[in-house]
Structure formats: C-alpha cells, structure tokens
Antibody, heavy 119, light 110 residues
Framework: QVQVVESGGGVVQPGRSLRLSCAAS????????MHWVRQAPGKGLEWVTV????????YYTDSVKGRFTISRDDSKNTVYLQMSSLRGEDTALYYC????????????WGQGTLVTVSS | QSALTQPASVSGSPGQSITISCTGT?????????VSWYQQHPGKAPKLIIY???KRPSGVSSRFSGSRSGNTASLTISGLQAEDEADYYC??????????FGGGTKLTVL
C-alpha cells in the first residue's frame, strides 16, 4: 500500500537550518512530482514547493525563495527539503504530497513533520 | 499569491446538503479546470475528495460533488453524515508551476 513518511522536524533557532526527508513507497515514485505543503498551528494549508518527476523543475512560493531547496533521490524514493535562514513564520507541520506528474492535484499525503522555529 | 477565499465555517443537519465556496481570481480558479478539494479530520493528513473541479477519486462517496463558475469553485456535500465533520480546503493551480490553497472551511454537522 501507499506510504509517505516525513521525518527530520524539530525545534530550531531562528536563522539556523534544518533538512526534512520524505520517504515514499507503494507507487511509481519516478512518475510523481513531489510537493511540500505546510500548515502553521491552527491555520490553513499553504503550498511551499514542488520538484518535477524528473528532478529538473523546482518551484517555490515567494516567502521561501532563496531559503528553501527541494531535491529528490529516486534511488531511495525520497524527497528532501533543505531549509535555511529559518524564521518564526516557518513554524508549521510540513506535509509531503505526491502528484501524478501533470495531474495538478495531490493524490497521496504523509502525516507531516513538525518544525518549530524558536529561540 | 493570495489565498483563495473560503467561508470560515458552515454547518448543517444530518441528511441536509451544504455548499462551500472557494473564490479566486482570473489567474487561478478562473483560468484552469484544476481545482481540487481536500478533507482534513483533526490531527489527520488531508485527503483528496475532488480533482479537476468535479471529478471524484475512486472510493470517494458520490455525496461529494464539485463545480465552478467563473472565479468561484464550489464543493457540495449532500446527505450530510456525522463523519463529514472536518475541515475542507480548496486548491487551485495558479500557473508557473505554483499552487494556491483556500483558507479552509470548518464543517459542523449539527
């Protein structure tokens, strides 16, 4: 069955870095674009970034451009989110979501990993 | 991008129908037939219930339906059941490989 499992969250000081991982199984990973979507405590969903199925396309929401980097390793069926220069407003539950390439919607979601930016 | 606009809350009694609106702009909802809807129960991950405005994934109840008129998309839930109580989010492709979500709507089944 399909599994999407995020890891790497934690408490980090403002200005520091953190790397999230998302391990996927149960579907053809190389056919899926992978996204990160976050949800601040008590707030709504916010799309953050996407990497295309072949890894050549990477796009970001304006608030994280230049600070976050998405990457993927298809040999491990894993996508990463490198976050740097973290701010308090980055505090959120970070979900990894899978989009069948070109479908424009999110078929599979993980349970999320919590990132808290605080001194 | 600005978030799509959804009502903060809606409510209905079991068996009734409710509709949740999702208003965007001509750059997102109005430009693409690529609106999707997600159901999120407390403490759970979102679940896809509608894609491409009105299509239902396999396994999703036919009580859920979607539509769009101009810059506004809508989700209708008919025959409300207690298990439908959840948060609902719309999402639209916004061009240039970006997506935008709505602020979310809390559905209460009375």
């Amino acid at each position: 069955q399909v599994q999407v499992v995020e890891s790497g969250g934690g408490v980090v000081q403002p200005g520091r870095s953190l790397r999230l991982s998302c391990a996927a199984s149960g579907f053809t990973f190389s056919s899926y674009a992978m996204h990160w979507v976050r949800q601040a405590p008590g707030k709504g969903l916010e799309w953050v970034t996407v990497i295309s199925n072949d890894g050549t396309g990477k796009y970001y929401t304006d608030s994280v451009k230049g600070r976050f980097t998405i990457s993927r390793d298809d040999s491990k069926n894993t996508v990463y989110l490198q976050m740097s220069s973290l701010r308090g407003e980055d505090t959120a539950l970070y979900y990894c979501a899978a989009e069948k390439s070109g479908s424009y919607h999110f078929d599979y979601w993980g349970q999320g990993t919590l990132v808290t930016v605080s001194s | 991008q600005s978030a799509l606009t959804q009502p903060a809350s809606v409510s209905g009694s079991p068996g009734q129908s409710i509709t949740i609106s999702c208003t965007g702009t001509s750059s997102d909802v109005g430009s693409y037939n690529l609106v999707s809807w997600y159901q999120q129960h407390p403490g759970k991950a979102p679940k896809l219930i509608i894609y491409e405005v009105s299509k239902r994934p396999s396994g999703v109840s036919s009580r859920f339906s979607g539509s769009r008129s101009g810059n506004t998309a809508s989700l209708t839930i008919s025959g409300l059941q207690a298990e439908d109580e959840a948060d609902y989010y719309c999402c639209s492709y916004a061009g240039s490989s970006t997506w935008v979500f709505g602020g979310g709507t809390k559905l209460t089944v009375l």
